[in-house]
T-cell receptor, first 108, second 117 residues
């Protein structure tokens, strides 16, 4: 069983819409989750971290964590074409394990 | 530039040759990680160091791969007798352990793209 699974992509949304990205994990011992954004040909860039159940908001981004259901999600409000990228979820033990990523395209 | 630096950016080699990559982490970071990423996949963990100690190495990692961080600063990743399957982006990342959070935030370098012909 994969340690981290992300919702299959690619995901396409119109500009201004809410993009919803999901990630499930199998290890109940997981305590910390991260969302990274990766533009084509570039390295991953940290955009959100979340450590406890509930929501965490940062600008247009909201991360949601539900440990009982073993999922973490990322909402991007008012999506912009510049948000078009691959979004990677990761969970951390002594090191991070990454999901396969979800490719998001925001259409003008 | 205070970010993670990797060298070279690109490496083309012939099958069977040895290659070595270098990573310079963010100066105050004590942990250094190596990941490998192929097209359409997320980064795959290879190994990590805390200071000069190599704390974990992926069980999937071939014995042809070796990494060092001799003075707890920069690190090198060597691949011996390269194979075509080694072609990938090799990413280095660093973090500050003990920052008060349960798990560290990783900051990545630009990567070294390896092509084995």
């Amino acid at each position: 069983q994969k340690e981290v699974e992300q919702n299959s992509g690619p995901l396409s949304v119109p500009e201004g819409a809410i993009a919803s990205l999901n990630c499930t994990y199998s290890d109940r011992g997981s305590q910390s989750f991260f969302w990274y954004r990766q533009y084509s040909g570039k390295s991953p860039e940290l955009i959100m971290s979340i450590y406890s159940n509930g929501d965490k908001e940062d600008g247009r981004f909201t991360a949601q964590l539900n440990k009982a259901s073993q999922y973490v999600s990322l909402l991007i409000r008012d999506s912009q074409p510049s948000d078009s990228a691959t979004y990677l979820c990761a969970w951390g033990g002594s090191r991070l394990t990454f999901g396969e990523g979800t490719q998001l395209t925001v259409n003008p | 530039d205070t970010g993670v630096s990797q060298d070279p950016r690109h490496k083309i080699t012939k099958r069977g040759q040895n290659v070595t990559f270098r990573c310079d982490p963010i100066s105050e970071h004590n942990r250094l990680y190596w990941y490998r990423q192929t097209l359409g996949q997320g980064p795959e963990f290879l190994t990590y160091f805390q200071n000069e100690a190599q704390l974990e190495k992926s069980r999937l990692l071939s014995d042809r791969f070796s990494a060092e961080r001799p003075k707890g600063s920069f690190s090198t990743l060597e691949i011996q007798r390269t194979e075509q399957g080694d072609s990938a982006m090799y990413l280095c990342a660093s973090s500050l352990a003990g920052s008060g959070q349960l798990n560290e935030k990783l900051f990545f370098g630009s990567g070294t793209q390896l092509s084995v012909l």
